[in-house]
T-cell receptor, first 116, second 114 residues
């Protein structure tokens, strides 16, 4: 079965550079989530999109932005990168309407971002 | 506010032993969903189970079993006859009906020793 696809899997950037992570949800899934997991930490919710509209926002820095496109794929853009942005970034997807929340959220394999 | 507590930071057991990972949650919603995810050293998050708040029936899947008790706000996970491949970080997580996102506990790192 198709899973959540994230690219690139590994990325090395220098401080103050910009990085873009891409996420392709499971086919027919309408909701995308982004999470950030620092070393030894639990995944922290950044932002989510439902039907291409932002549905919820967590602890996402102002330097980060994201969007969901018409084909439901999503991109997380990170600018003015800092050393502390080094983390594993997960995208997840679910099939979730407002009236049926709580569907299972499936995670991609993650994108490892290293800022040097 | 929702919160998930995994008091066990790290556990080590010898292969073939049984091990239980504890999870306690807090929520003000009457409808919520509980999850367990496994994160092996390779880093991916593997979905293990989802349980709805209105379904307290315990579940068994092979060597895995889950004990959901609303009275104590706990959703514990037991691995029977553990194997080295079970070594991973295990996250308990919660989502409330009012929104979609999952909130994770801090995770329990499980070492299965040969």
């Amino acid at each position: 079965a198709a899973g959540v696809i994230q690219s690139p899997r590994h990325l090395i950037k220098e401080k103050r550079e910009t990085a873009t992570l891409k996420c392709y949800p499971i086919p027919r899934h309408d909701t995308v989530y982004w999470y950030q997991q620092g070393p030894g930490q639990d995944p922290q919710f950044l932002i989510s999109f439902y039907e291409k509209m932002q549905s919820d926002k967590g602890s996402i820095p102002d330097r980060f932005s994201a969007q969901q496109f018409s084909d439901y794929h999503s991109e997380l853009n990170m600018s003015s990168l800092e050393l502390g942005d080094s983390a594993l970034y997960f995208c997840a997807s679910s099939l979730m309407g407002r009236e049926i929340s709580g569907n299972t959220i499936y995670f991609g394999e993650g994108s490892w971002l290293t800022v040097v | 506010a929702q919160k998930v507590t995994q008091a066990q930071t790290e556990i080590s057991v010898v292969e073939k032993e049984d091990v239980t990972l504890d999870c306690v949650y807090e929520t003000r919603d009457t409808t919520y969903y509980l999850f367990w995810y496994k994160q092996p050293p390779s880093g991916e998050l593997v979905f293990l189970i989802r349980r709805n708040s209105f379904d307290e029936q315990n579940e068994i899947s092979g060597r895995y079993s889950w004990n959901f008790q609303k009275s104590t706000s706990s959703f514990n996970f037991t691995i029977t006859a553990s194997q080295v491949v079970d070594s991973a970080v295990y996250f308990c997580a919660l989502s409330e009906a009012r929104d979609d996102k999952i909130i994770f506990g801090k995770g329990t790192r499980l070492h299965i020793l040969p």
